[in-house]
């Protein structure tokens, strides 16, 4: 087959030379003349050239130049074109062996529905699932994401996360959506697209939409610290928000003091109502005597003994304890970011209400230190765990479904837990989609076990492409299968007898090469309801009903960057 291509294509290029060689010579002639009347018949040409000595129009030199530009041009454009229907191509025969139009059901809009009606009874007017894209060659029916399905989506950037999916999912969701950012891409479209939809708040410590100073609402992290495993959680949230990657492989000892250290900070802090200035202060002044005080007052032993222990070491350990507790706590610095924790007559968010609402909220921080990274997280798991007691007082299952994007998730949303959480969260319908750009990503911000667990634990698993990770394409084409290949072939031998024959191999439907280089707006959604699918994700900007939805709202009605004259001013510095 490839030999056949192959021929035709040099064919092809000859007989282009040819015709352009043959034009030049005319165009030349004409531009030229040299008195000589030259044939169309290029054999004959050539003949008179060669042995009747006929004269080389002068301008000929250049249109044959021209020409053969020309030609290089035009065979360089169809071998592109070829390549193009040739992935295109693969693409499609790889359909032919990925879940066919019956198997994909159980994705689609009947069986979802269905499915959305038995666990959501009570929930009014719920959609199918949340909307992933059209399957490709199946009649662009849409796949849904069902209501106890958390999803993992690994696109490179640039691949549509957040226009194509995180948009949609937000300005579908039925309740409450949250949606995290690092950057404003989306957060408009979410504003105006949800306008009208309850409340909105907008967490934004470090001014990446809103220019206000003042900040939107106050969420105190120690509100949600009662015991000290919760204290040992914020801590550990502080611990992941404040490390690099460089990090990784520091001194065990000090990072588990120092957790343990802040930990327990926090714990006194809340036990005494203090605000979360008090714990900086704490460790910046050494004043661990002070919190194992409190800490046994109220009876907690165990974190006071441990306070007292590590206040027993010498000086110059004691001392890197603290250091360490002060690094995880960096963030608490921060006054503009605390601010956000306990500023006065500025509206609390509440997430009990929350939950229970068609409310939106917008999670913005930047990354690295002194960003409102922790905070950030402290809410999402002040959240989820209110949505675990919520659900666990409604029979298992909130009423309606909550929906939360995690966009950016490896940058800003480094909950250790989160992995955790995968394998019981869809069940309670509180719904998490994860977003990474690459596998490496998300093996950075929660280490190759947490990445593992979380990526198992997905029913719904997307990868849209852009990624130059050998092992990761490697097992996604492990992961879509191999099908038989049949290779037919001739031979003909001495006697001029020629002979046929037929060969079966076993290729991948999909290879590394055609998961590297999946088109735009292509995905492949693994499903644990059924063989992978392949599907077109569909951007808002694309889609008449969304952009109807975000363009209804005027951007003077949009929360919008407020910008008022102190903000103008700190803009300004
Ligand atoms: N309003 C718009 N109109 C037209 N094209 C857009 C619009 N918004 C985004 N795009 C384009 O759509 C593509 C996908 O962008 P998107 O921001 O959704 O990617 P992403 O996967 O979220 O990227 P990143 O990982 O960098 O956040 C990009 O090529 C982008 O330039
Ligand atoms: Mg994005």
């Known amino acids: 087959m490839i030999d056949w291509k192959a021929r035709i294509m040099t064919g092809l290029l000859a007989l282009m030379t040819i015709l352009g060689l043959l034009v030049s010579v005319h165009a030349g002639a004409a531009l030229t003349p040299t008195g ?19 004269p080389w129009p002068p301008a000929a030199t250049w249109t044959s130049l021209v020409a053969l530009v020309l030609v290089v041009a035009v065979f360089a454009f169809v071998l592109a074109k070829q390549a193009q229907r040739a992935s295109l191509k693969r693409n499609n025969i790889a ?5 066919t139009r019956k198997q994909s059901a159980v994705l689609r809009e009947t069986a979802r529905t269905k499915e959305a009606a038995q666990l959501h009874p009570a929930a009014v007017n719920l959609p199918a699932g949340e909307r992933v894209g059209q399957l490709v060659g ?14 993992v989506y690994v696109c490179g950037t640039g691949r549509g996360k957040t226009s194509a999916l995180v948009i949609r999912h937000m300005l579908e969701a039925p309740g409450a959506a949250i949606m995290t950012s690092n950057k404003v891409d989306g957060v408009r479209e979410t504003l105006a697209g949800r306008a009208g939809h309850g409340q909105t708040f ?33 801590a550990a949230i502080f611990e992941a928000s404040t490390r690099k990657a460089s990090d990784r492989g520091g001194d065990s000892q000090f990072d588990t003091a120092g957790r343990d250290m802040l930990a327990y900070f926090f714990l006194a802090a809340a036990l005494e109502h203090d605000p979360l200035s008090q714990v900086f202060a704490w460790i910046a002044r050494a004043e661990g005597h002070e919190v194992q005080r ?10 006071s003994s441990t306070i007292e222990g590590i206040l027993s070491w010498p000086e110059k350990t004691k001392g890197s304890v603290y250091a360490t507790a002060q690094r995880m706590a960096s963030a608490l610095a921060d006054d503009d970011l605390l601010a956000w924790t306990s500023a006065d007559r500025v509206r609390r968010f509440n997430p009990d209400e929350f939950i229970r609402s068609t409310d939106t909220l917008v999670l913005l921080s930047k990354d690295g230190e002194g960003s409102g990274g922790a905070i950030l997280t402290a809410l999402i798991r002040a959240i989820c765990k209110t949505a675990e007691h919520a659900a666990q007082g409604n029979g298992g299952r909130l009423t309606v479904p909550l929906v939360m994007e995690l966009d950016e998730c490896a940058n800003i949303v480094r909950w250790p837990e989160l992995p955790s959480v995968y394998s019981y969260y869809g069940s309670m319908g509180i719904i998490l989609n994860s977003y990474f750009q690459s596998r490496a990503q998300a093996i950075d911000a929660f280490g190759k076990d947490g990445w593992q667990t979380l990526w198992d634990a997905a029913a719904t698993r997307v990868f849209g492409g852009g990624s130059g990770d050998d092992d990761f394409l490697r097992s996604l084409a492990a992961l879509i299968g191999e099908h038989d290949e049949i290779t037919y072939g001739s031979s003909t031998g001495k006697d001029g007898h020629t002979s046929t024959s037929t060969n079966t191999r076993k290729v991948n439907t999909l290879d590394i090469a055609a998961l590297g280089s999946l088109p735009e707006w292509r995905a492949v959604l693994f499903s644990s309801k059924c063989r992978p699918v392949m599907v077109n994700t569909v ?25 008022t004259a102190a903000a103008e001013a700190a803009a300004r510095g």
């Open 36 to 54: 000589v009347t030259y044939p169309w018949n290029p054999a004959a040409l050539a003949g008179d050239f060669l042995f009747f000595d006929a």
């Open 95 to 99: 359909l032919k062996h990925m879940a």
């Open 138 to 151: 199946r009649g662009n029916r849409w796949v849904y994401q069902g209501w106890r399905d958390l999803g």
């Open 202 to 234: 907008i967490f934004d410590p470090n001014r990446i939409y809103r220019r206000d100073t003042r900040p939107d609402f106050v969420f105190n992290p120690l509100d949600y610290v009662q015991s000290a495993a919760d204290a040992r959680e914020l």
């Open 294 to 303: 409190i800490l046994a007052r109220h009876g907690k032993t165990g974190p």
């Open 539 to 563: 951007p808002w900007f694309r889609d008449k009903t969304l952009t109807a939805t975000i363009n209804r709202t005027p951007p003077a009605k949009t929360p919008a960057p407020v910008r």
